[in-house]
């Protein structure tokens, strides 16, 4: 297989596990911390295999975002794509916000 082959594939399942949780966020769902951490490998993979460098992988990263979330990493966290790669350890942080749980009181706080 071609760089360029696996680089399309690369992104692609990038992009398709990436696009299923932001979706799963968008919805009110919870994003498992395992497909969270599957994706950051898979990104992982691209950087250590040499199919993208790490300023190439902010710029996916934050194109995915903008597509899943309507926002940038840096509009939606505070802090840069770039600040998600480690590029000493090939290590990616993605970030991710939930929704709170509904949190009811429970009989002891009513009875207080």
Known sequence: MSTVAL????ERELR?????????LAAGDDAP???RFKAEGI???????????AAELAALLD????????????ALF?????????V????VTLPFAMR??????????ETG
Request: charged share 20%; with cysteine.
């Open 43 to 53: 990104a992982e993979a691209g950087l250590a295999l040499g199919l993208v460098d």
């Open 63 to 74: 194109a995915i975002y903008r597509e899943g979330c309507g926002a940038p990493i840096a």
């Open 78 to 86: 505070a802090y840069a794509a770039a600040d998600c790669i480690d």
């Open 16 to 24: 398709a596990r990436l696009a299923y949780l932001l979706r799963s």
């Open 100 to 109: 709170r749980a509904p949190v009811y009181p429970g009989p002891a706080a």
């Open 88 to 91: 000493a350890r090939t290590r």
């Open 7 to 10: 680089r399309a594939a690369w």
């Open 33 to 35: 911390p395992a497909l």
